[in-house]
């Protein structure tokens, strides 16, 4: 008894400890999250004092307390809520699901035939886990940096340019998807935009249609971005990676969640300071959705669906798609109530693990409530205020329910799957139309428990493209220098800035179950010949001139060309702006191929394995010297260089161009690997496409289309197998 009432003396003493600390921190936040009071949590025996219930009064007391502070803290930033209320914002309030889409994934842009595939994408999404509310749209990181591109030039190099990403985006609002680009404000390497960013950023969404900006790595967006949308008559609504000041709340009408899970839910901060915040949830290296899910249906926000991660495809499993379709689907049939001023967390519930929110509107009010236990918990569920004639449904189930007879106040029973999710309407009257038709939808779906479905995400294998072969070479052909081949320990790591040594990372070569950063692997490589150096300008002339070869896609093709002549002085130096593709049909009109990534790193290390061509020791001196301006000036010629020669004397294997060598795909990725790094080396951020100079790194650049893939900073040269 004694310490029971220890406990509760010690859990008031908390409370008006932290109310008295400061006016405005009455309850403690812990980052965007406002935790629940500490008496609901359970502590071990070890944690301190025997812990007792929290006091009857605690919910009223913690409520009372958190919204004291969201009072003064609109005070404290003179709060001006107006921009929700723009006719052009409002589709911020409900757009609950919205993925981060690569525009690399194949079900959006197709390669072979060249064109957006809208349809199939949304499709394709609405199958799986019930469509989308929209969709955020990622050009640039982890490409950008492998020319002077800027972030605005990495969208206008997307198939069609301006005028392309344009009815692409006019596809999305057919379906009623709004449009999101990102802005990386980190970008200062790069090409100047001319004006300022805020107004260069304007001009480019308006002129697409885009309907709101991710402010990548940013904790709010500035407010001159959103003065600048709104002069020139196209509101854009901001929503930054982490959370803005509570005085930003004013202008960034969305954020994204980077959340911790505890097993009894938080509050978003920013959706309880203002509940017409929409906030999606991101949680992208995460194999299981289910605290992303219960968490934003317990806050009535959203997620961010992310599936192809930097150019892995980390799949939703079965179980937490259709998680996702019924969440979707309950949320979409309340929004209007989702934005509710009254809204209170915590609503109490008779169950341990299952936690509530109540929102009331009119004289309506929705609940909606996940079970956080691995269990199912059926019966009485909650208390409701006594209403005559009041109404209750249950908008998971998809039926009415009724009070148990003789409660008081009234209770309602109803069961709630594992890990699962549960929402109440009570009403005077007949449900909305959308509500009823939810219900007949949630009726029908949720006959199928979702335990019943497979947890298990998904994999889809990457499989390597193989380049067209090529006839075999009797003897050395001019340019090309023989390399023995024989037993190889093929040993390389990727650079990715991301993603640490998870299997969620870089490739999965034909010999591995998974992708991953760190590979081994013993070859028998064939005799081959590669040749001595990059192709050149001059050499890529003469296959124009021979085949009057004209790539369909001709966007950036030869760029740094003048009229289709090459620079004066410029013949010697590697070709590029020239897309994979171009590549290889001059590798067949040549009578070669491209080389696989091993070859390539034969060539460069040689027998010894150096770490360097020329060597275990970086030197300056034997490659160019680095280009850290914003705009690039070019590569060096092919034979500027003669003492970074490689074991065998190949030439300009670092440093100079990237070159492409293997590609690979799955279903809804496809990228390439490239070799050597290069001269061109933009300054100012640590998320530009990393470097790769030594010979056990290679980098992964994401394939689109050719005059996206195309690069300043990216050349090739060629391979031909060795007769026997």
């Known amino acids: 008894m004694f310490a029971a009432s220890r406990a509760v003396l010690l859990c008031f003493a908390a409370v008006f400890a932290l109310s008295s600390a400061a006016q405005d921190t009455q309850f403690w936040a812990k980052g965007q999250q406002i935790p629940p009071p500490d008496c609901m949590n359970l502590h071990n025996a070890w944690d301190g004092p025997l812990q007792a219930p929290c006091p009857p009064n605690m919910h009223d007391r ?112 057919r379906r009623g998807v709004r449009v999101l680009f990102p802005m990386m404000m980190w970008d200062q390497g790069t090409h100047d935009p001319g004006k300022p960013w805020p107004d260069a950023l304007a ?166 409530i996940v079970n956080r236990t691995e269990y199912e918990v059926a019966g009485p569920q909650m208390s409701v205020p006594a209403v005559a004639g009041e109404r209750y449904f249950d908008l998971y189930h998809g039926v009415e329910i009724k009070p148990n007879a003789g409660s ?57 493209v193989e380049s067209p072969a090529a006839k075999p070479a009797a003897g050395a052909p ?9 037993a190889f320990l093929f040993k390389v790591r990727g650079t990715e800035i991301e993603g640490e040594a998870s299997n969620l990372v870089d490739v999965q070569y034909p010999w591995e179950a998974t992708p991953r950063r760190f590979h081994e692997h013993p070859m028998d490589v064939k005799p081959f010949y590669i040749d001595r150096t990059p192709v050149t300008n001059a050499e890529f002339k003469r296959f124009l001139d021979a085949t009057h070869y004209a790539p369909k896609d001709a966007a950036n093709f030869l760029r740094d060309w003048k009229n289709g002549a ?37 060539a460069a290390q040689g027998a010894e394995g150096n770490i360097y061509p020329w060597g275990n020791l970086w030197a300056p001196a034997n490659v160019p010297a680095p280009d850290q301006g914003r705009a690039m000036h070019g590569p060096d010629p092919v034979d500027a260089h003669p003492a970074g020669a490689s074991p065998f004397g190949v030439l300009d294997m670092v440093g100079n161009v990237w070159q492409w060598t293997d590609e690979y795909t799955d279903e809804h990725t496809r990228f390439a690997l490239l070799r050597g790094g290069e001269y061109y080396q933009p300054q100012g951020s640590i998320w530009y496409l990393p470097q790769a100079f030594r010979n056990d790194q290679h980098t992964k650049l994401l ?9 300043g900073g990216i050349g090739f040269r060629c391979v031909m197998d060795a007769q026997d």
């Open 62 to 173: 913690w409520l009372k307390d958190i919204d004291h502070w969201r009072v003064e803290r609109r005070i404290r930033t003179a709060y001006d809520g107006s921009r929700y209320d723009l006719p052009a914002l409002k589709w911020t309030q409900s757009s609950f699901m919205q993925p981060q889409m690569m525009v690399h994934d194949r079900y959006f842009y197709d390669p072979v035939a060249g064109k957006y595939t809208v349809d199939r994408y949304l499709d394709d999404l609405e199958k799986r886990y019930g469509g989308i509310d929209a969709v955020l749209i990622w050009a640039t990181y982890p490409n950008m940096g492998v020319d002077d591109r800027n972030q605005l030039e990495m969208v206008e190099s997307m198939p069609g340019g301006v005028e392309g990403v344009r009815k692409m985006v006019a596809d999305f609002h």
């Open 203 to 368: 001009a480019l969404m308006k002129a697409i249609d885009a309907d709101g900006v991710n402010g990548d790595t940013q904790d709010g967006v500035p407010l001159g971005f959103t003065l600048a949308a709104e002069k020139i008559g196209h509101p854009l609504a901001f929503q930054p990676e982490a959370g803005p000041s509570d005085e930003a709340l004013a202008w960034n009408v969305m954020t994204w969640g980077q959340y911790s899970f505890p097993f009894i839910p938080m509050v978003d901060k920013y959706k309880w300071l203002e509940p017409r915040h929409m906030v999606n949830i991101s949680d992208r290296w995460n194999l299981d959705k289910t605290d992303d899910l219960q968490y934003a249906f317990y806050n009535g926000v959203g997620w961010e669906s992310w599936e192809n991660v930097w150019g892995i495809w980390i799949g939703i499993n079965p179980r937490d798609a259709e998680a996702t379709r019924r969440v979707a689907t309950m949320e979409r049939a309340v929004a209007p109530f989702l934005v509710s001023p009254g809204w209170e967390p915590l609503y109490p519930m008779h169950n341990f693990g299952v936690y509530a929110s109540r929102w009331p509107l009119g004289s309506e009010t929705v609940w909606t």
């Open 408 to 464: 008081a106040p009234p209770v309602l029973s109803f069961p709630i799957e594992a890990h699962g999710y549960s929402a109440i309407l009570a009403t005077p009257g007949e449900p909305s139309a959308a509500i009823r038709a939810a219900m007949e939808r949630m009726a029908s779906i949720t006959a199928r428990p979702l335990v019943s479905l497979s947890h298990e995400a998904p994999v889809l294998h990457q499989t390597l």
């Open 478 to 486: 001019e340019g090309m220098i023989r390399i023995p081949g024989g």
């Open 566 to 602: 090459i620079p004066a002085g410029w013949e010697n130096r590697p070709v590029t702006w020239v897309s994979l593709e171009d590549a290889r049909a001059y590798a067949q009109w040549a009578g070669k191929r491209l080389p696989h990534e091993w070859e390539w790193q034969l």
């Open 703 to 711: 394939l689109m289309a050719p005059s996206y893939d195309r690069s």
